[in-house]
């Protein structure tokens, strides 16, 4: 049965109405707190964290409320990455952590991904219950006034963050003589991506690290991928990397202005892996990942695995065929051996870490030929629409005229209003005409 709150990655939605709203964020708080008090006898702990949203000083208290109502003490951490979050969240024995973000999203958005004490994104099944304690009609989840949560301001978030990613490295690595194009996307790495590769002794052109509360994901990141292109051709950088509004997205740009998507870091990941012995076991990529990724994997004789689309799957797909890299096209990558959700900051490291001694990012990152793929979106009022006898009539016909030289995928955003549509082949009229039956059937 679909979840009512929750979508593939969190819960998401516009500020001020429907589930974002302080009312709805207190029963958030106070529903999540509950459940996880409850798995943990210790002192009580919640960490949160946010991006830049202006929104989030109105969302934050009510969670806080919620939470401290039920009993649990809050440490609050400001804008920090949400892979820094869930470090943390793990690193400091906490009970949960919540991120307030809507991601990718644009600034009148916002929302919240929940993890669990191991630093993990919560399973369909643990959200389930939570969506019950949500709906609850009585006041058992309210405690004592003597048992009330407190709640503390911690400054040095992302200092820690810091830390910890530095401490996956040898100490000796450093980023001297390496020019870097950084965008932001005025987001939740705004401070820590730029820190973080000025320590490391990389000389650093910053986009999108000017938060205003409303200009997240605005026309930057890794949404807008040509600003760093522009950029990276502009002042002659060595490579180009943004990073989407809470950072656990990253795409990237070679010396040349040639944008690389996620698929192509996960391929550059594997090969190097491999000859490393670091990869364990093999690749989950997901249902979008591009065909070219799967055929060049198979020729390295690496095993490849598809999950659902969101790196919540594919992390509870790692896990189940005990992998350790993972990955979407989108750029959201989970490096198993260091971390439990996408971090871009940490992908971005492992990449400049083999591009030290190369400093050719072209040769480095563009490792296979993919097919040719389109991918579309649609805005829509419902995003059922896919179901009806209509829209399903024009997919199997699109598929149908796909045949062997190509697939579709035609799917519901987990996280917009919108109907995603995929087409890879190497016929690339085919793919147009593809596309524009199932459109005609959505509009």
Same mark, same amino acid.
């Given at each position: 049965?679909?979840? %009512?709150? @929750?979508?593939? +990655?969190? #819960?998401?939605?516009? /500020?001020?109405?429907?589930?974002?709203?302080?009312?709805k964020f207190f029963k958030f708080g106070l529903a999540s707190g509950t459940f996880f008090k409850n798995q943990k006898k210790t002192k009580q702990i919640a960490v949160i964290a946010k991006d830049t949203r202006l929104s989030g000083y109105t969302l934050e208290p009510a969670l806080v409320s919620g939470l401290v109502s039920g009993g649990m003490h809050v440490f609050t951490l400001g804008p920090l990455p949400t892979n820094g979050l869930a470090m943390l969240t793990k690193s400091m024995r906490a009970n949960m952590g919540i991120m307030i973000t809507a991601s990718h999203n644009p600034y009148y958005d916002n929302g919240l991904k929940l993890f669990g004490p191991d630093g993990m994104k919560l399973s369909d099944v643990i959200e389930k219950k939570i969506e019950k304690l949500i709906d609850a009609k009585n006041t058992n989840q309210l405690t004592n006034p003597k048992l009330l949560g407190r709640v503390k301001r911690l400054e040095d978030g992302n200092e820690k963050y810091i830390k910890i990613l530095k401490n996956n490295f040898p100490k000796k690595f450093h980023l001297k003589g390496i020019k870097i194009v950084l965008d932001c996307a005025n987001g939740a790495c705004y401070k820590a991506a730029p820190k973080l590769l000025r320590e490391l002794g990389a000389k650093v052109i910053t986009i999108g690290v000017n938060p205003d509360g409303l200009n997240i994901n605005e026309k930057c990141g890794s949404t807008y991928p040509s600003k760093i292109k522009a950029a990276v051709k502009k002042f002659k950088a060595h490579i180009g990397i943004s990073f989407d509004g809470d950072a656990d &997205?990253?795409?990237?740009?070679?010396?040349?202005?040639? #944008?690389? +998507?996620? +698929?192509?870091? #996960?391929?550059?990941? *594997?090969? &190097?892996? %491999?000859?490393?012995k670091i990869l364990k076991g093999g690749v989950v990529g997901t249902l979008m990942s591009n065909y070219g990724l799967e055929k060049f994997l198979k020729k390295e004789k690496i095993k490849f695995s598809r999950a659902k689309v969101g790196d919540r799957y594919v992390k509870e797909k790692m896990k189940k065929l005990n992998f350790n890299l993972g990955g979407e096209q989108s750029g959201h990558i989970i490096l198993g051996k260091f971390a439990t959700t996408g971090d871009g900051l940490l992908v *971005?490291?492992? /990449?400049? @870490?083999?591009? $030290?001694? $190369?400093? %050719?990012?072209? %040769?480095?990152?563009? /490792? @296979?030929e993919p097919l040719p793929q389109v991918l579309e979106n649609i805005k829509v009022k419902d995003k059922n629409i896919i179901d009806t006898f209509k829209c399903t009539k024009a997919i199997k016909k699109a598929k149908k005229l796909m045949g062997n030289k190509g697939r579709i995928l035609v799917r519901k955003s987990g996280t917009e209003p919108k109907i995603r549509i995929m087409a890879e082949s190497n016929d690339k009229v085919l793919i147009s005409k593809s596309i524009k039956l199932i459109k005609k059937s959505i509009k």
């Open positions: 049965m679909k979840n %009512k709150y @929750f979508g593939t +990655d969190g #819960i998401r939605g516009t /500020v001020n109405q429907g589930n974002i709203t302080g009312e &997205r990253i795409i990237m740009c070679d010396e040349k202005g040639i #944008i690389i +998507d996620g +698929d192509q870091i #996960i391929a550059m990941l *594997a090969r &190097r892996w %491999k000859s490393k *971005a490291m492992e /990449v400049l @870490f083999s591009l $030290r001694k $190369r400093k %050719k990012a072209s %040769k480095l990152l563009n /490792v @296979f």
